[in-house]
């Protein structure tokens, strides 16, 4: 069983940025495809981003490409994601997510994709 922590959301003006962290339990972080979802009030969770074992891989939905950055620290169990220009379209319940099962892609686009996940960071972004 793998347990994950969101932290970092927050309250930001339009145009700042916040970092998104996760930090995974377990001694197998390093074999888990990631990913980041969010889902604001009254719509369905989304994708936003996704990053494969090893980091070499990632991809990000297009809202949020070029200004999203998801990485990875496999020696402390932890994945961030980097959040600049911020706008209140992003405002949304941003959750962390691991696939534990066995993997054949890099990475992965859907919530069914995925087997454990956090409990969610609140991110607010006022215009």
């Known amino acids: 069983q793998v347990q994950l922590v969101e932290s970092g959301g927050g309250l930001v003006q339009t145009g700042g940025s916040l970092r998104l962290s996760c930090a995974a339990s377990?001694?197998?972080?390093?074999?888990?495809?990631m990913g980041w979802f969010r889902q604001a009030p009254g719509k369905e969770r989304e994708f936003v981003a996704a990053?494969?074992?090893?980091?070499?891989?990632?991809n990000y939905a297009d809202p949020v490409k070029g200004r999203f950055t998801l990485s990875r620290d496999n020696a402390k169990n932890t994945v961030y994601l980097q959040m600049n220009s911020l706008k209140p379209e992003d405002t949304a319940v941003y959750y962390c997510a691991a696939r534990g099962r066995y993997s054949s892609n890099s990475y992965y686009y859907r919530s069914d994709d995925y087997d454990y996940w956090g409990q969610g960071t609140q991110v607010t972004v006022s215009s």
């Open positions: 990053i494969s074992r090893s980091a070499g891989s990632r």
């Open positions: 377990g001694r197998t972080f390093s074999t888990y495809p």
